[in-house]
């Protein structure tokens, strides 16, 4: 123990000499497995003596390596495998392994997995139990996590399945490199040089993907190229399956409705038409041949100019059916937009959705899901949830998230997603009375459902730190963990997180936490507050525009979605305008009818009210609105003083990058701040409350700003 | 002594534990500083027992800094700093801070650097010794050249000076962080979140360039946006000029003609217009007032599409010397391309930048220097030199190489381009009679010039290796290597390269070598045999195309350079052609005038012959190309072999990426080899000669493949 502890000290003070040991540059995520302090890493060796996991599978291999390399660079000591369990040995174990567990086994399905301290023949041993390799390497993840975050490792008694069956990412990757929506570089996907030169980052995407219990991913856009169905992308997506298979992930491939038009000719891509169907039938049959479990299809249609069964009088249900039945012989599935809306369709942009999908309830085959966006327009800082969850009691629902940030400040922003994804999971649809909530509609136990699915917009890239900065890797993490277990608060992912990712050192992990929590509000705040929506800047979307009334579709132009006039600013979504809250269930529908009872927070998402109307705080609307402005650039200006402090605590390189954005987002709050204030005024002609600064330039200064290359635009 | 060294092995055992050392991914290029061996870090010790530099220059900190991180790398111990000069130290000194100092420092000039084992007060000491911080820097990389290579450091006595002035890369990079010809990936410019971040890699951007003596950087595409000169911009640059500053390394921008209409709506561009000129003067004066060392402009006017000067009936000169006056008072220079060749000129293009030029020699202002690229046409595999090289002695000329190897590969070919870079400098252009070399044209030394420079088109990108795979590493060591010293050898600098990126083991110095040095002359062989130039397929110029006769412009057409027919091939360059060769000095015109005295690897540059045309070998002109076809695809063949008997002597993860792509080379190679023996064969119908193979497929199937998305094509 002592000489262990000798050597670990001395190879501490080496490894400090040695510029082999790069910086912390972000790229190890949450998997980090830095040293521990003596003391620590003497509990952690303790309860890793050895690791006993019988079989020989790549996934045992990964979770076995895995703990290998975590518990060296934790304790200095690699633990060694070995076949019988001794005492404190890590013992991985499934019933093929070994027949008698003193577990549950059928609660943890395909997935989970069970952690308990327990004895074999009288030897202390920390039991991973699992039906598969994959529990057990999810299990694995989760007795790291718990190294890694200094909790007891004492009497464990665990047990973990996820709710949700399919857990994806989706990337909005195209082949040429670009990320739609991506602010951390171009894509990881080196399309070119696959499938023959296959780099050590996919193998890293796995690890921290099956790490968070991830098991899907959605290789390229949903606004897809048809050459991705080619043989030679074929060939490159099933590489990468191949790497990723072991750590239990499997691959899945947007599609353009038009494919059998563009790479073979047909005259039509009717899904009704039999030559279409063959032709998707044969597709199918030749990526299957290919990629064995591939997972299936995701697609947009009739969607923001995207072809789709609507061209041929066909409906969503008829194009979703024709691509399952393709499927279906190898176990595929589809999932199918349902984010919809038209430039000939003069309704409220909120409802089109609901309009369009609602009355195709119970049509849809059993291998299709229908991936519904968390709000009716798209991925703002704050929306009340979509309408259709729980309106499609016939058909299962998966929940779309954005990880990457869109609107809430792309790369730059400190604005952690964990409570939005909180606030929808919660949100009560009342679908079936009090408690109906959207989590319970998408984990199917609402309406019975087996199918069942979460997809998060990813926000990964090339870039060295994966995320475009470390604090976007949170969110990453927290979609990932949440998806496993919808029950699990953003506070305390943010904790696990923070703890992996800098330091289990609570004067570390509570400043940093306390930061996050609030930073989300905090950009609500500084962008669209009480319930204002999409008043971003066109096309990139980055920075203020509530100005624009220019765009060739009314639901293009921030004015639509404001309609602030002399009188008054919000959106009428009541009887008396589109009624949009009709869509909702009528316990909500009536609670969204007045602005007394709407939540503050939402309340320009339904009313459209005058300026002086009153907030509960006794402020007028307008008053209010400049003080939730003002609340949400101080809220950034006490990060960077939180960040400032924590200085001795964090490593220099990222420290220096949060220190940096964190200074671009003050600018950029004030920014948003400023010309939101400039143009409302400029519309009520209102004077400021006392005590609020005036912007810093007129109107016109703000509007003639632009930003031919800003990032994700494509 | 042992306490050392048993702490030394100790660490070493420790670290190959740590997770926290990342695995060889190219990142560290060729200043890795890996753990030496112990007798060899013992020797490396023995000269660095302390470090004295006394000043506290940034750049004499970064030499200090880079010393003692690669000391502490390879032995494990940290030299201190130390304010006189003790046995075994390294002394950093120059006339300021020790005035007799027993070197000529006048040789040494502004950069240059002495190395001399030497004694202070009976202590025997390595000096390093400069007339500047600057030269102390240089200095100390030639010292850790040494330390890395397995050198003697004893008697050391070392003096070097660049005999060239300008050593700068060109970035081709766009500001929506694409890069034209790019193969590793994104610009290493992130524009957008400039000035406020800049990432640690600027800085290791930095220091491989000083480590090899580049002085200079033109940040971005010669096909320049405007907005690259609006505020926000230049303040974006001049971020990047406050990372490079301490290195030596100057900013330079690539301008667009048309700036003043499109940033100011001046009315003209014409340089004879004082608004247009006024403009240009408040430019440049704004620019540094941000970066008061700016180097200047580099301009590519009246090319390919570009706006220039003739637009208003002026000429090159015209528009170089109105630019050279708004940069004048700075210091500043402008380079102005060569690289011109216009639509409505039926003359071979290989004639028309000599026809622009050589009647403007002596009017340009003496802050212009002008950049011909190596070739007439456009870095191919192989080009004769440019005959501008020698035409204009009234004129600065400076040299442009391709690093990125647009025309050999791409990312993904073993081609390394220090023997191209070494036949180009040591061609004689007889200007002045025999000995007069490219070389001495650009050094100034055959003209007494004293604006001197020579460029590389970059091949660096985000990728994590930076220059797409770990061997085109190389061409950007050759090239930094070569610019400061033109009469370094291909070879001996690749022995340098090899040791320092892989290890100085012969055993893997050896073969690494072998299999570069042929390497490019293999890419000719299986690409653009005996002179054939520009068959490349169309745009993206991967993948042969010698049948392409369809594009707008004669000169963009494959068949243009050829001239393949049933009759014979080649391009006639002499009188009964286009009579390139008058364009050359006599000496060489009356060589290349003639089939049998034209050496064969420029045969059908200059030449239209027979396919029965006899060969030195005795082949006919056909059967000799198939020969050289093959020649290529076999040099390929045995690359690969090398690589894998190096097997146990090379790290895993850089081992299987030069793995892959040599296999991917391979496969390419043979492509190249068949798809232009099926398109010539197609044109002479002549049989293979004995023992060669039928092309794997027929002319159609290599005419019907495509490349939608083929990297650097922007």
Chains 1, 2 share one sequence.
Not at 640 to 656: G, K, M, N, V
């Amino acid at each position: 123990m002592l000489a262990r502890l000798f050597c670990w000290m001395l190879s501490l003070a080496c490894l400090a000499l040695s510029p082999g040991v790069h910086a912390e540059d972000g790229y190890d995520l949450w998997l980090r497995y830095a040293p521990a302090d003596a003391a620590r890493a003497d509990v952690i060796s303790r309860h890793a003596t050895a690791i006993v996991a019988p079989g020989d599978s790549a996934t045992l291999k990964a979770a076995t390596d895995e703990l290998q390399r975590a518990v060296a660079g934790m304790t200095g000591t690699k633990p060694a495998l070995s076949a019988a369990p001794s005492s404190g040995a890590l013992w991985l174990a499934t019933p093929k392994t070994a027949p008698s567990l003193p577990v549950k086994m059928q609660a943890l399905g395909p997935e989970g997995y069970a952690i308990r301290s327990t004895q074999v023949e009288g030897k202390p041993v920390t039991l991973i139990a699992a039906n598969s390799d994959i529990g057990l390497l999810h299990g694995a993840y989760h007795w790291l996590r718990l190294a890694q975050t200094g909790a007891n490792l004492d009497a464990l008694d665990i047990m973990s399945a996820p709710k949700i069956g399919l857990r994806l990412l989706n990337h909005w990757d195209n082949l040429n490199g670009t990320v739609e929506r991506g602010y951390a570089g171009q894509s990881i996907w080196d399309w070119w040089r696959l499938p023959d030169y296959k780099g050590p980052r996919y193998t890293d995407y796995a690890r921290a993907n099956a790490s968070i219990g991830i098991n899907g991913t959605v290789l390229n856009n949903v606004n897809a190229k048809a050459d991705s169905l080619t043989a030679p992308y074929i060939a490159k997506a099933a590489a990468l399956a191949d790497v990723f298979r072991p750590y239990g992930i499997k691959v899945y491939l947007s599609v353009k409705w038009t494919a059998p038009m563009e790479l073979d000719g047909l005259k039509t891509a009717d899904p009704m038409d039999p030559a279409v169907a063959a032709w998707w039938k044969a597709k199918a049959d030749e990526i299957y041949r290919a990629i064995p479990d591939f997972g299936g299809f995701l697609v947009k249609a009739n969607s923001e100019g995207q072809p789709g069964p609507q061209d041929y009088k066909r409906t969503h249900a008829d194009g979703a059916n024709m691509l399952a039945a393709a499927v279906k012989p190898h176990g595929g599935i589809i999932m199918w937009r349902a984010f919809v809306y038209a430039h000939d369709n003069p309704d409220d942009r909120a409802k089109q959705a609901y309009s369009d999908f609602k009355p195709l309830d119970g049509q849809f085959a059993d291998n299709v899901i229908v991936q519904v966006k968390n709000g009716a327009i798209d991925f703002q800082p704050r929306e009340p949830f979509h309408p259709l969850f729980g309106a499609m009691p016939k058909t299962p629902l998966m929940m779309e998230f954005q990880i990457t940030k869109e609107y809430l400040g792309q790369s730059t922003h400190l604005t952690y997603l964990g409570p939005l994804f909180q606030e929808v999971l919660e949100a009560d649809t009342y679908a079936k009375g009090k408690g109906s909530t959207v989590a319970k509609v998408i984990d199917g136990s609402l309406d019975g459902h087996r199918l069942t699915g979460i997809a998060g917009v990813a926000n990964i890239g090339v870039d060295r730190d994966w995320s475009g900065s470390i604090f976007n890797q949170a969110d990453w993490y927290a979609f990932g963990r949440m998806a496993w277990d919808t029950g699990l608060s953003a506070d305390a992912v943010a904790r696990e997180w923070a703890a992996m990712t800098f330091s289990p050192d609570p004067r570390v992990v509570d400043p940093v936490v306390a930061m996050m929590m609030g930073s989300r509000e905090a950009a609500v705040d500084y962008m669209t507050p009480l319930g204002l929506a999409h008043v971003m800047a066109t096309g990139h979307h980055y920075g203020p525009g509530p100005w624009i009334s220019n765009l060739a579709r009314p639901e293009w132009n921030p004015v639509y979605y404001h309609k602030a006039d002399a009188a008054g600013i919000g959106f009428d979504r009541t009887r008396t305008g589109s009624d949009a809250v009709s869509q909702y269930a009528p316990p909500l529908a009536r609670r969204w009818a007045k602005p007394a009872t709407t939540p503050e927070q939402d309340l320009l998402w339904f009313h459209h009210l005058p300026w002086t109307y009153r907030l509960k705080s006794g402020d007028t609307l307008w008053d209010g609105m400049v003080h939730h402005y003002d609340r949400g650039v101080a809220y950034v200006a006490d990060m960077q003083r939180s960040w400032d402090s924590l200085r001795p605590l964090i490593d220099a390189e990222r420290f220096a990058q949060t220190e940096a954005f964190l200074r671009i987002q003050r600018r950029e709050a004030q920014w948003w701040r400023d010309a939101s204030i400039a143009y409302f005024q400029s519309v009520n002609r209102l004077p400021l409350p006392a005590g609020a600064a005036a912007p810093e330039h007129d109107l016109n200064w703000y509007k003639a700003l632009s930003f031919p290359y800003a990032p994700g635009h494509n």
